[in-house]
């Protein structure tokens, strides 16, 4: 039970388009989802809360307009990178949320050329 | 807001030995305390969790204690084998949101 996913587990565009990543919890319903950036060797780093039905509540310093957050069910939550740059290049890690416990996706390589 | 710290930052032992990362947390309103394990290009993996009504916790080769009064709880793997070669990342959370130590990179040696 409590598995998350995520799709694609890569993508790599050309800088200057957009892209979605979907986060979908396939055996629960979650009504608070979290998006993490990762870089290589370092830890998760909190980008933003996503709850059902409201506006996403952004970590400070993350732009809310490059990085869109829409939580339309209790299963599926998306990230879409907004006119992507090569310093969006990142490992996209999002989690659902099961009462205390947070539960990972196994993660989005974004590589922008 | 919460802050955890966590230690060491890299760890090597040899296959068999146990493997000890420890985590301290600043807000004593945290209540939920668990450990993910994340292998190179994968999500972390939730292997143990404990709350804060329990002093220890244990599955086979894994176990996590936890001191409330001094504000840190560790992880504890025996018995340890190469598979185990990952990064350990502890978290603290109550309230409010999760918040992660800066992770442990163990490597198991055979």
């Known amino acids: 039970g409590a598995v998350v996913s995520q799709h694609p587990s890569r993508v790599i565009c050309k800088s200057g388009t957009s892209v979605k990543i979907e986060c979908r919890s396939l055996d629960f319903q979650a009504t608070t989802m979290f998006w993490y950036r990762q870089f290589p060797k370092q830890s998760l780093m909190l980008m933003a809360t996503s709850n059902e039905g409201s506006k996403a509540t952004y970590e400070q310093g993350v732009e809310k307009d490059k990085f869109l957050i829409n939580h339309a069910s209790l299963t599926l939550s998306t990230l879409t990178v907004t006119s992507a740059h090569p310093e969006d290049s990142s490992f996209y890690i999002c989690s659902a949320k099961l009462g205390d416990t947070q539960y990972f996706g196994p993660g989005t390589r974004l590589t922008v050329l | 807001g919460e802050n955890v710290e966590q230690h060491p930052s890299t760890l090597s032992v040899q296959e068999g030995d146990s493997a000890v990362i420890k985590c301290t947390y600043s807000?004593?309103?945290?209540?939920?305390f668990p450990w993910y394990k994340q292998e190179l290009g994968k999500g972390p993996q939730l292997i143990i969790d404990i709350r804060s009504n329990v002093g220890e916790k244990k599955d086979q080769r894994i176990a996590v204690t936890l001191n409330k009064t001094a504000k840190h709880f560790s992880l504890h793997i025996t018995e340890t084998q190469p598979e185990d070669s990952a990064v350990y990342f502890c978290?603290?959370?109550?309230?409010?949101?999760?918040?992660f130590g800066a992770g442990t990179r163990l490597t198991v040696k055979p």
């Open positions: 978290a603290a959370s109550g309230d409010n949101d999760m918040r």
């Open positions: 807000d004593s309103a945290s209540n939920y």
